[in-house]
């Protein structure tokens, strides 16, 4: 196969300025912290000093990159509030924009419905989470939108009324239960009838043969994992040696220097492949909105909750519609087209908690 540079593509930095209103609230602003960021990615040569101050800064906690821990009076924080309040706080008012309309419930996994553990196959959520998104889905559509693949999100949310959208929304399911139903394991058989979207399907292969080779490449590195997600791969390097993260990027790089058509992106503390193809958490969202029949209608309230930078290209696509809302969970001011924040997954929980009492 031909080298050619595989494309890359850090997501270390948001846009931050949206195409339109959102909710009620103004859209965020782009801190200096965040401008200071940008300048450190080289996004064209991705050279390896960017790219490993990106890894750094993929970690909230790290203390070269990140904000710190808001404490009481701290302004920035103040301000960032200001922008992202809480969706709880918020509640009311959230609830009286969506009066009258169709809610449509969203749901990022790993640190919205799970915390973010060491050891990615342990991201379990709770049995009273779980009670918590069943409850909705008795009221509203609801979809899980994963970079996990779709079949081990399912094994960890086991609720078959959902819709899954799994490998960065590339693998949608429609549910194979009515919302009232209990957990019934679906057959084979209905597993493919309710196949809705797989837009990479031709990169199956690829994902394979690439999947193997990081395997090989990430067995020197002690700590880290190589997840395949059927349509996408993740490189985990949460338990490598800070002083490792230069040498597992040069690893990974050199890998996909012979697969032009992938390209390397980063979430929180994983380095992520996947294919070129214009497709993300907001196309999901908007083929989900589509297939429920509501694309171009007024009447519809969209809720994506989400933490990661990933989720961020649904926050867009909630903002670019000029209705719905959008949540970041975090405990951390950083730049974002979210309009509501909530901090964990426990906040989450109350959250949906909230939506099921004011609609019953």
Known sequence: MTKHGVVIVPEDTVVGVAAGRHFSFPPPRTGDSCKMLAGQIDL????????????????????LVAPRVAAAGDVEHDDWMEKHPSALGEFEALVAAAS??????FLDYDGTLSPIVEDPECAV???????AVRGVAEHFPTAIVSGRGRDKVFNFVRLAELYYAGSHGMDIQGPTADSNHHLNTPSKGEQARSVLCQPASEFLPMIGEVHDLLVEKMASIPGAMVENNKFCLS??????DEKKWGTLAEQVRSVLREYPRLRLTQGRKVLEIRPVIKWDKGRALEFLLGALGFADRADVFPIYIGDDRTDEDAFKVLRSRGHGAGILVSRFPKDTLASFSLRDPAEVKDFLRELVIAKS
């Not at 959520?125 to 009670?131: A, I, P, S, V, Y």
């Open 44 to 63: 064209g040569a991705a050279m390896m000093g960017s790219w490993l101050d990106s890894m750094k800064a993929s970690s909230p906690r790290h203390k």
């Open 100 to 105: 009258g309309k169709q809610v449509v419930m």
């Open 125 to 131: 959520m709770t049995d009273e989470m779980r009670e």
């Open 235 to 240: 490189v985990h390097f949460r338990c490598v």
